[in-house]
């Protein structure tokens, strides 16, 4: 009985240190998360950046809202969503093998409806900009007339003439895992340093997620089952 109980008492002890030690985890995690975001609105703070509209309040509420996304999914919609809220339509391509899927979108209103969203693909084996940001990493912008080697995006999207059109990379690990496509949508100037910023942002927290997950993996991997 004694001995029984012991065995409890130490399995119970092994597991709060684990807690422990995740605890930690998460705490350096967010320490790490907090700099990234200083470095990254210092940056910011810059002539052209206090020329444009958006506070670095927006930005700063952006920036924990994309933090706190605990999934790709959500974090490609919340990154959808905060970039409407500064004034940008906008959709992001998650890319799957040598195309991009549109996986999240906002500002369409029912001319993008969850269906049309779905089946919006864009190959990455053919020289169009979302190659360029794809395999260059580099940011592609300009009128929508930059993007007549896609007219699948145009007609789908259907931004105006005088839009402005940004394409954005979103990396994980030095590699492009998702595109991020931003224009005007008649509105004006695009707040194009917000949006360089939350790209930089969302793809810190996809590496994050995807880190996370693959540690769940190699713990049922293994059989000791997810830490939490």
Not at 41 to 59: G, R
């Amino acid at each position: 009985m004694r001995e029984h109980l012991g065995e409890k008492l130490r399995a119970q002890a092994l597991e709060l240190q684990r807690l422990e030690e995740r605890l930690q985890e998460l705490r350096a995690e967010h320490r790490q998360l907090e700099a990234e975001a200083r470095d990254q609105f210092e940056a910011l703070v810059n002539p052209e950046f206090s020329s444009q509209s958006t506070s670095l309040a927006e930005i700063l509420t952006a920036a924990q809202n994309l933090r706190a996304a605990s999934s790709p999914r959500q974090l490609f919609n919340t990154l959808a969503e905060e970039s409407h809220r500064l004034g940008a339509r906008a959709v992001l391509f998650e890319v799957r093998g040598d195309a991009a899927w549109a996986a999240a979108a906002q500002g369409f209103g029912a001319t993008l409806n969850e269906q049309a969203l779905r089946s919006l693909v864009v190959p990455l084996s053919v020289d169009t900009p979302f190659r360029q940001v794809f395999e260059l990493g580099v940011d592609v912008g300009g009128t929508p007339e930059v993007l007549s080697k896609n007219p699948n995006v145009l007609s789908r999207l259907r931004p105006d003439p005088l839009d402005s059109v940004l394409l954005l990379p979103i990396r994980v690990g030095g590699a492009v895992a998702a595109i991020f496509y931003a224009d005007s949508g008649g509105s004006g100037e695009l707040p194009e340093d917000a949006l360089k910023l939350l790209a930089e942002l969302a793809g810190a927290q996809l590496e994050r997620l995807m880190a996370r997950a693959d540690k769940v993996s190699a713990a049922v991997k293994n059989g000791s089952g997810p830490s939490v």
